[in-house]
């Protein structure tokens, strides 16, 4: 822990922010699952789409464009998909809803998809498919977010970060869980280095000139992971998302007809907490119509503990599998307590004040 971080236990933290939720709005139901995602975040160690997005939250929902009562409805639906209008949802509640509908629908034809068009943040990608999995399906999700990220080769920020997640259900183990941005790091990671105080890794992000920089408020666009195939796989999942359901992000900004997205924070920015729309696509697979689920579980977990065993390279000391650093996280800070940067607990005891709530102790 930092010294300048305060550590709060997660439980109150939740019952602070579900308030907050309903002191804006949203019904108990809504705040509920809201809270949930942001503080799911935290607890992972995910803490740029934790508790630090809050007050962007609130603002958005105060101008009206996050809409407490959204208009959620299903626009085309088949046997296996569901076209999903969100109109300016908060993303937690549209996509919780989003999938317990696929999950239905997987059951029943096998795989099934969710297409969900003009929401707003979701928070951490991984907790949806997470749904899946802790229910024996297999899970596989993308966003098509805003234009924060350079395709390779160009300085100006065109196309997506575009989050990637997958889930799969374990025997002995916890579900794997991928979850991963197709940028070197999430913008909320820079934000988040920026209420810290700290510098960031020169390949995170890029200044005006394309260059690349090691200080947070001098980015200006995000740098794909892995160069042409980063950018490459950001912009197909966009041809296969936002264009295909009649929500284009990328081909307004490359066409001049839209300004880039940009990084930096959106509190206190209406014109770009208002420019924040996405659209995010959600596979199902029920595995029992493939094959019995026991057996499927058992090979996950031989295949786990083959990969543990194998010889490690010189400096490793253990080999980890996609989401287990973030699990071993969660157990500490359920037992210790979350830490929040200073300027972020400060930001938090404004919406107390506001709401006359009592901001949970350190």
């Not at 971080?5 to 705040?31: T, Y």
């Not at 999700?141 to 989050?163: R, S």
């Not at 890794?201 to 890029?206: G, H, N």
């Not at 490359?254 to 959600?282: C, D, W, Y």
């Amino acid at each position: 822990m930092l010294s300048s971080e305060i550590v709060v236990e997660w439980k109150p933290l939740f019952d602070f922010v579900k308030q907050v939720f309903v002191s804006v709005g949203l019904s108990a139901e809504d705040a509920h699952k809201v809270a949930d995602v942001l503080i799911w975040a935290n607890l992972r160690g995910t803490d740029s789409h934790g508790v630090q997005v809050l007050p962007w939250y609130v603002e958005a929902a105060d101008i009206g464009h996050m809409k407490v009562r959204p208009n959620i409805r299903i626009e085309k639906e088949t046997a296996s998909t569901l076209l999903i209008e969100a109109d300016n949802a908060f993303g937690a509640v549209v996509t919780t809803y989003a999938m317990n509908r696929v999950m239905e629908k997987a059951k029943a034809a096998g795989i099934a998809w969710a297409f969900i068009r003009k929401h707003n943040h979701q928070g951490t990608m991984g907790y949806y498919t997470l749904m899946a999995a802790e229910k024996d399906l297999a899970g596989f999700g993308w966003l098509c977010g805003n234009a924060t990220m350079a395709i390779f080769g160009a300085k100006f920020p065109a196309i997506a970060n575009n989050p990637v997640t997958i889930s799969v259900p374990a025997k002995r183990y916890r579900p794997l869980l991928l979850d991963m941005a197709l940028s070197n790091a999430a913008a909320g990671k820079l934000n988040l280095a920026k209420e810290k105080g700290m510098s960031i890794p020169a390949d995170w992000a890029l200044d005006d000139e394309g260059k690349p920089t090691t200080d947070p408020s001098k980015a200006v666009f995000l740098a794909p992971i892995a160069g042409p195939k980063g950018s490459g796989l950001s912009l197909m999942l966009e041809c296969l998302g936002s264009v295909l359901i009649g929500f284009p992000k990328v081909e307004p900004v490359v066409t001049m007809k839209e300004p880039p997205f940009g990084l930096g924070s959106a509190v206190g920015n209406p014109a770009r907490i208002r420019a924040h729309l996405q659209n995010s696509v959600f596979m199902v697979i029920d595995i029992r119509q493939f094959g019995d689920i026991n057996t499927y579980k058992e090979h996950i977990d031989t295949m786990i503990d083959g990969i543990k065993a194998l010889p490690k390279a010189k400096g490793c000391t253990e080999i980890f599998l996609p989401g287990e650093p973030e699990w071993r996280t969660m157990d500490d800070r359920r037992k210790h307590g979350i830490p929040i940067p200073r300027q972020t607990h400060e930001k938090l005891k404004k919406l107390a004040d506001r709401f006359g709530l009592n901001l949970p102790a350190s």
